[in-house]
Nanobody
Framework: QAQLVESGGGLVQAGGSLRLSCVASVRTFANYFMAWFRQAPGKERELVAIISSGGSTNYGDSVKGRFTISRDHAKKTVYLQMDSLKPEDTAVYSC???????????????WGQGTQVTVSS
């Protein structure tokens, strides 16, 4: 059974930066599209960013130009560099793995437990 473990969340002031990491214990990391989702209290889960095995990326409109997703195949790790953070970025961030390219969370095969990111104003 695959396992995803996130780290790197915390409290940061508006305008600051954080880097999230997600280590994937999967048989063949390269077989998976990797994504970051977030969910704030009272709001629906939304896609933050997705990256293919070859490194192609796509981002949610609210984070374009501020967040960067990347992956390291040797370490079986996906990262989310978050810059110019805003209070509205406050949410639980979860990484997920899917065998197909999809923006829809219900199509993802594996999920991490989530890490809290809080941005103070």
């Amino acid at each position: 059974q695959a396992q995803l473990v996130e780290s790197g969340g915390g409290l940061v002031q508006a305008g600051g930066s954080l880097r999230l990491s997600c280590v994937a214990s999967v048989r063949t990391f390269a077989n998976y599209f990797m994504a970051w989702f977030r969910q704030a209290p009272g709001k629906e889960r939304e896609l933050v960013a997705i990256i293919s095995s070859g490194g192609s990326t796509n981002y949610g409109d609210s984070v374009k130009g501020r967040f960067t997703i990347s992956r390291d195949h040797a370490k079986k790790t996906v990262y989310l560099q978050m810059d110019s953070l805003k209070p509205e970025d406050t949410a639980v961030y979860s990484c997920a793995a899917a065998s197909l390219y999809t923006f829809h969370g219900e199509n993802y095969d594996y999920w991490g437990q989530g890490t809290q990111v809080t941005v103070s104003s």
